[in-house]
């Protein structure tokens, strides 16, 4: 920080968010002390003490006398910046759309082509059924490229699938989806879709090392008929 860090000219505010960034703002306050305000979003693993404010999910356990708390994740998404969203995507039968939002392995969750497959051969499934609803796959930075592949290869005769070189959709099936199938991995893209108000299943992948965090933030969502 000392040869790196430029704090010139002095912030009046500093927030930082996740662990790495705790030693900037315990940093900046050892500097300027009162004359910051210090705001750390989730769970700093330190005393709340060391901010003036911290604003972290339920499912982080973290208490503190100047710790405000969320439902899910807090994220960028507002009803404007969504109701505001033009509608750019060649979808037909918008009033019957189901966005399935994808994500990928990670530290918590496994995500192999096996559990690929049984996800499109579901979609097919339920594309059979339900014949008047459209669905709109939507990958993420975490989702392989061989996965993409996979989807585009299986999929894109009953669905539109983002190849994720084109406008990314996923605004456009924030403002018009009926129903979201979510994979469990992200908080932060259920916790997205659930700013909606609008019906979220998960599909559940298989635990590569449980966590109690996650596990704490289903429970949560499920008990509150945000997901099922």
Not at 4 to 23: E, L, M, W
Request: charged residues 25%.
């Amino acid at each position: 920080f000392k040869n790196d860090f430029n704090y010139s000219p002095k912030p009046d505010v500093v927030i930082s968010c996740g662990r790495k960034s705790v030693y900037a703002s315990l940093y900046l306050k050892k500097i300027y002390g009162n004359d910051i305000v210090t705001i750390h979003i989730q769970n700093p693993k330190v005393k709340s003490s060391n901010f003036d404010f911290v604003i972290t999910p339920n499912h982080d356990n973290f208490d503190g006398n100047n710790v405000f708390k969320t439902s899910g994740a807090i994220h960028q998404f507002t009803h404007k910046k969504i109701n505001e969203c033009e509608d750019t995507i060649d979808i037909l039968k918008k009033e019957n759309l189901v966005s399935v939002v994808i994500g990928g392995p990670n530290q918590h969750y496994k995500f192999s082509k096996k559990i690929v497959i049984d996800l499109i051969n579901r979609i097919k499934f339920l594309k059979k059924i339900h014949k008047d609803y459209s669905f709109c796959i939507i990958p993420s930075r975490r989702t392989t490229n061989s996965s993409v592949d996979l989807f585009i290869k299986e999929l894109s005769n009953i669905a539109f699938v983002w190849n994720k070189k084109n406008n990314n959709p996923y605004l456009f099936s924030l403002k018009f989806s009926k129903y979201f199938i979510v994979t469990s991995d992200s908080t932060s893209m259920i916790s997205e879709c659930a700013f909606t108000g609008k019906p979220i299943y998960i599909y559940h992948l298989p635990f590569k090392r449980i966590s109690s965090r996650i596990s704490s933030f289903h429970r949560e969502f499920e008990e509150k008929h945000i997901t099922r």
